[in-house]
C-alpha cells in the first residue's frame, strides 16, 4: 500500500517545532512513501499565524531534503492558508510565484477571534452554524485543493457543547460539500482527532459517506501532525475507513493537479 502524509507542520509553522529533515528520516522509518508539508500561513495581521513563516527558508528547506532523500521519500511543497476566502487576491500575488503543489484552506478564525474564543457565550446552534456558515464561504470563494478539517470545531466546542449533531447540521454540510465538488475541490481525512479525546477522525465518518453519496471523489490523508514522532499517525486507519465509506482512490498532488491513488 502506498502511504502519504499530506498535513504535516514543522517549525515553519508558529505552532511547532519540529525540523523538516528530522520529520523525513521518521517517515522514511514508518514506511511513509510520500509527504506534504503544509506549514500555516495567513495575511491577516490579527491571526496567530501571521509573521511566522519566512517563505524563501521554506522553499529552501523543502529543496534540500528533497536532495538529502531523493529516491527514500516523495516530498511535497503545501500550505495550509487560514480563511483564504478574505484575502483572496492578496495571497494569489504572494504564493503563485512559489509553484507549491498543495494549497489547503482551513477556518480557524471567525471575525478574527480564534474558534475557542468565537464560540463563548453562544448556543451550539450559534456555534457550530457560525463555524459551517464561514467554511461555506471559504469553499465558495478561495483559491485552494483541499478542505482542511471540515468540522474543525467540535475540537474545542466539544467540552461546553459537546460533538454536534449531524442531521441538524447536515443541510449546511451538504451545502459545504456540494460547492466544493463543483468548484473541483477536495476534503481530507484528518486524523489528528484520532489521537486525542475526540477518538475520530475529522470529519466523521457521516460527512465523508454525505461527500460520497453527493458524488465527491478527490480525498487526501493527513495526520496534521505538529511533532516529528506521531508523522504518519493513524494513516492507515484512515485509508480503511475511506474504503469502508466507498471511496477507491486517495489523492497526492503535484503543481496543485491531483492524481489519484488506488486503495
Not at 124 to 141: A, Q, S, W
Amino acid at each position: 500500500m502506498y502511504i502519504m502524509d499530506y498535513h504535516h507542520h514543522t517549525n515553519h509553522s508558529f505552532d511547532s517545532k519540529a525540523v523538516m529533515n528530522e520529520v523525513c528520516t521518521e517517515a522514511i522509518h514508518r514506511n511513509i512513501n510520500e509527504i506534504c508539508f503544509t506549514e500555516h500561513y495567513s495575511l491577516n495581521p490579527l491571526a496567530p499565524t501571521y509573521g511566522h513563516i519566512n517563505l524563501k527558508h521554506y522553499i529552501k528547506d523543502i529543496e534540500q531534503c528533497r536532495a538529502q532523500f531523493e529516491g527514500k521519500l516523495v516530498i511535497k511543497a503545501g500550505i495550509e492558508i487560514c480563511e483564504p476566502h478574505l484575502l483572496k487576491s492578496e495571497y494569489q500575488k504572494v504564493l503563485e510565484p512559489l509553484q507549491l503543489d498543495f494549497i489547503l484552506g482551513s477556518v480557524h478564525n471567525i471575525n478574527d477571534k480564534k474558534l475557542r474564543l468565537y464560540l463563548q457565550h453562544k448556543t451550539v446552534e450559534e456555534v457550530y452554524g457560525g463555524y459551517f456558515e464561514e467554511l461555506y464561504n471559504l469553499v465558495k470563494h478561495a483559491d485552494i485543493d483541499v478542505l482542511a478539517h471540515i468540522d474543525l470545531m467540535k475540537r474545542y466546542a466539544i467540552k461546553v457543547h459537546g460533538n454536534y449533531d449531524f442531521d441538524q447540521f447536515k443541510p449546511q454540510l451538504k451545502d459545504i460539500l456540494t460547492k466544493a465538488i463543483e468548484r473541483n475541490i477536495g476534503i481530507e481525512i484528518n486524523t489528528s482527532g484520532m489521537r486525542s479525546s475526540l477518538a475520530e477522525p475529522l470529519p466523521s465518518q457521516a460527512v465523508l459517506k454525505l461527500y460520497k453519496e453527493l458524488g465527491g471523489e478527490l480525498l487526501t490523508v493527513g495526520s496534521d501532525s505538529h511533532k516529528v514522532e506521531t508523522v504518519g499517525d493513524h494513516i492507515s486507519e484512515a485509508i480503511a475507513l475511506a474504503k469502508e465509506c466507498g471511496f477507491r482512490y486517495v489523492f497526492t498532488y503535484d503543481k496543485r493537479q491531483p492524481s489519484a491513488i488506488s486503495i
